[in-house]
Every structure is written in structure tokens, then in C-alpha cells.
């Protein structure tokens, strides 16, 4: 069954610095979002894209958050100065369609922020 | 802002014992879906209800939206270890798709 999948596993970052989660979403899918989960907490959206633009977003995609879609097949999730709160477990998922469709998650990255 | 909440937020069972969760939105939603999270892995996706009033049963879960399409439930039957995990619910509003608070269930052998 195909998977979305995420690199790295595991990211370790000096506060301050930038960082980019990477994913490869499920190649027929056309919906692709970024979700970030807190330890211990729920799963918060972050953002949606669609047709190379973002349809839509919440209060955490601040302007230090960026995604870019470079090629046919990465989706890429930027942190520009990340800050210590941003220590989370960050999972890329996609669908085939929005809404009303099933989402598949990547294994996510562990994000932690020093 | 949009909430949704899923009570219990923890849930301790004997094995063989019927697990329940409860999931409450502050908005009508245009479906909801149901993951589930094992420890340390991501959400997987389990079923989606999109009608007013819809029950759907998966082996031992029978899941249900409500009639005004704002709450929704999970009803596990004779729970096993292998039901141990976060139970989130979640659905759309407009473009965004929130998710529930989560219940976290323990299944004690």
C-alpha cells in the first residue's frame, strides 16, 4: 500500500535556526497538509495546499512557517527561527481529495528545539 | 474558534470490558472521521461518517454521528489489548479539518 513518508525521523535544532521537514506524499494524492502534535497533546493543523498554493492555514502557521511544494514529489514544511515551542512532532499527511476523504499520515519528525 | 472535544480524556478497561468516547464540536461539521494513534506512531485513519444521524460498524466498533451533525461517537465491544491507543475524531469545517481532543485508552490484560 503506498505511504506518505517523512524525513528526517528525527531533528534536533538550535533555537534560532531554520529548519525543513520533508515529505513525500502518496504520488497520485492531491491534498497535502502539515499537522504538528505536542507531546502528550492533540493534533493541531497547521496547514492545507492544494494546486501549488495554501488553501488554507491556522493561527500556529505564523510568518515564521513556510511550505513549498519544489518538485512533482516533496513537500516541504520551513521553520525559519524556530523557537523552543516549536519542539513537537511534525506530520505531513495527504488525500486524494479535499474534505471528505481519508487522509494518510506520514511517520512524522520529532522536532526538538535547544 | 472552532472545538472540538472528546471526553473521556483518558480511559482505563479491563480486557472484555466496552470502551466508549464521546466527541463534541462547537460548529456543525460536514463529516467526521475517526483515527486512531498507537504510542509513538501517527494517526491512521479508521472511518468517515458524512449523514446526519449515520452508524457504521467495523467488527467490535460501531461508530455514530449525531443528528446535527456536531457530536459523534465510538463504541468498542469486548475490548482487546490490540484497541490500546489515542482515539481521535475529527472533521471539516469549510477548508480546515480540526481534530478532536483525543481519549486515550488503556486496555489492562
Known amino acids: 500500500e503506498p505511504e506518505v513518508t517523512q524525513t528526517p525521523s528525527h531533528q534536533v535544532t538550535q533555537m534560532g535556526q531554520e529548519v525543513i521537514l520533508r515529505c513525500v506524499p502518496i504520488?497520485?494524492?492531491?491534498?497535502f497538509y502539515w499537522y504538528r502534535q505536542i507531546l502528550g497533546q492533540k493534533v493541531e493543523f497547521l496547514v492545507s495546499f492544494y494546486n501549488n498554493e495554501i488553501s488554507e492555514k491556522s493561527e500556529i502557521f505564523d510568518d515564521q512557517f513556510s511550505v513549498e511544494r519544489p518538485d512533482g514529489s516533496n513537500f516541504t514544511l520551513k521553520i525559519r527561527s524556530t523557537k523552543l515551542e516549536d519542539s513537537a512532532m511534525y506530520f505531513c499527511a495527504s488525500s486524494s481529495l479535499e474534505g471528505n476523504q481519508p487522509q494518510h499520515f506520514g511517520d512524522g519528525t520529532r522536532l526538538s528545539i535547544l | 474558534g472552532q472545538q472540538v472535544m472528546q471526553i473521556p480524556q483518558y480511559q482505563h478497561v479491563q480486557e472484555g470490558e466496552d470502551f466508549t468516547t464521546y466527541c463534541n464540536s462547537s460548529t456543525t461539521l460536514s463529516n467526521i472521521q475517526w483515527y486512531k494513534q498507537r504510542p509513538g506512531g501517527h494517526p491512521v485513519f479508521l472511518i468517515q461518517?458524512?449523514?446526519?444521524?449515520e452508524v457504521k460498524k467495523q467488527k467490535r466498533l460501531t461508530f455514530q454521528f449525531g443528528e446535527a451533525k456536531k457530536n459523534s461517537s465510538l463504541h468498542i465491544t469486548a475490548t482487546q489489548t490490540t484497541d490500546v491507543g489515542t482515539y481521535f475524531c475529527?472533521?471539516?469545517?469549510?477548508?480546515?479539518?480540526?481534530f478532536g481532543t483525543g481519549t486515550s485508552l488503556t486496555v489492562i490484560p
Open positions: 461518517l458524512v449523514k446526519s444521524g
Open positions: 504520488s497520485n494524492h492531491l491534498y
Open positions: 475529527g472533521g471539516n469545517t469549510g477548508n480546515q479539518f480540526y
